[in-house]
């Protein structure tokens, strides 16, 4: 396994702009998380796809936040109009098919945003 | 909602010492809980589960953890602790697909 991997690891841009963040989850893992941590808190659960389809949202991920995954394997998430407010590390994981919720979540290094 | 609360912000060892970072939790049901480690500019790694049967749960890097239900507790143990233990540590409880976490522990392990 090479691990969970996000690209880029860094992305400063000016608000307003649109930004698009890429995870490769580990192969054959068909779960995939995506999660938001700003500084000194915990990472907050943004969204999960079960292959390709996503089947649960949270109330975070607001109208200017989109994710896909279209062919099962890797995700994105794309943010629209950004604020100064996106400003976090944005967690990607990925899962193992397993008994639902025992299987643990594996992630990535992050994608530091920053909004000036 | 399932939650976890880890009530110190930072905990300080010496090299050698044994440590330990607090969790709580309140769950509805049997709860999943999670233990991960978090280094400077990095993701989460993972260190230990506990799912179900023994409460002792041994995981990665000699650290194990004690899940006490009627302290509704899940603590993080380690006999010995290292300098290169110190890192920022999450507790998380599962809720549905997502894993709701604490707001972290800080480790400093003293020389």
């Known amino acids: 396994d090479t691990g969970v991997s996000q690209d880029p690891r860094h992305k400063i841009t000016k608000r307003g702009q649109n930004v698009t963040f890429r995870c490769d989850p580990i192969?054959?893992?068909?779960?995939l998380y995506w999660y938001r941590q700003t500084l000194g808190q915990g990472p907050e659960f943004l969204t999960y796809?079960?292959?390709?389809?996503?089947?649960?949202k949270s109330r975070l991920l607001s109208d200017r936040f989109s994710a896909e995954r279209p062919k099962g394997s890797f995700s994105t998430l794309e943010i629209q109009r950004t604020e100064q407010g996106d400003s976090a590390m944005y967690l990607c994981?990925?899962?193992?098919?397993?008994?639902?919720?025992?299987?643990?979540?594996?992630f990535g290094p992050g994608t530091r945003l920053l909004v000036l | 909602a399932q939650s976890v609360a880890q009530p110190e912000d930072q905990v300080n060892v010496a090299e050698g010492n044994p440590l330990t970072v607090k969790c709580t939790y309140s769950?509805?049901?049997?709860?999943?809980l999670f233990w991960y480690v978090q280094y400077p500019n990095r993701g989460l790694q993972f260190l230990l589960k506990?799912?179900?049967?023994?409460?002792l749960v041994k995981g990665s890097y000699g650290f194990e953890a004690e899940f006490n239900k009627s302290q509704t507790s899940f603590h993080l143990k380690k006999p010995s602790a290292l300098v290169s233990d110190s890192a920022l540590y999450f507790c998380?409880?599962?809720?549905?697909?997502?894993?709701?976490f604490g707001k972290g522990t800080s480790l400093l392990v003293t020389p």
């Open positions: 998380a409880v599962r809720d549905k697909n997502a894993l709701n």
């Open positions: 769950v509805s049901g049997n709860p999943y």
């Open positions: 796809f079960q292959n390709e389809a996503q089947l649960e």
């Open positions: 994981a990925s899962s193992p098919k397993g008994q639902q919720g025992s299987e643990t979540q594996y």
């Open positions: 192969s054959e893992h068909n779960r």
């Open positions: 506990y799912i179900t049967g023994d409460n």
